[in-house]
């Protein structure tokens, strides 16, 4: 099971890739390999990256594989492996990033949002001194280490007290 968690890991490009040893561990294939262990029965999955360059193979064993791709090789490939009866998937391409400007407008809604039902319930007023009461107490935390930082005693009156 975690040889298939990570085998779905590794194939998606917006999932994080595992571990650096794993990656090591990974063994590679040629195309004449892969043609015959998958006749033979022995091949359970295969994930080709979106570029069309390398297949993710997980083998009968649990054992994650990767084969290089001549692109034009590709079709070829998975008709072959669909005949082997082998499950064939396409990773999805790597999720981009909104731009910021879109990220800062929606997240501008969404407070918003958030405050307009705060303020449908009668609790805005709550909230709003909770969080200035938290905030001063983070204030007085940040200069008491601070001082504590400079070498000041907690008896000196020379710092902003609240």
Do not use: C
């Not at 990767?66 to 064939?88: G, I, Q, R, S, T």
């Not at 999720?95 to 405050?115: D, E, K, M, N, Y």
């Amino acid at each position: 099971m975690k040889v298939y968690l990570l085998f779905l890991l590794g194939v998606s490009g917006w999932m994080p890739q595992p571990p650096p040893p794993v990656i090591a561990s990974i063994q590679k294939w040629d195309m004449t390999t892969l043609l015959r262990q998958a006749r033979l029965g022995r091949v359970r999955r295969a994930a080709f990256r979106d570029d069309r360059r390398v297949v993710a193979i997980l083998d009968s064993n649990g054992l994650m594989r990767n084969v290089d791709l001549f692109p034009p090789a590709v079709p070829m490939l998975v008709h072959e492996l669909h005949d082997a009866n082998v499950n064939v998937e396409i990773a999805p391409p790597p999720r981009q990033a909104p731009a910021p400007l879109i990220t800062l407008v929606r997240q501008g809604f969404l407070i918003a949002i958030f405050a307009w039902v705060l303020e449908m319930m009668g609790m805005l007023w709550v909230v709003l001194a909770g969080l200035m009461m938290w905030t001063s107490a983070i204030q007085r935390g940040v200069v008491k280490v601070w001082n504590e930082l400079r070498g000041r005693n907690e008896d000196e009156k020379d710092g902003p007290r609240n």
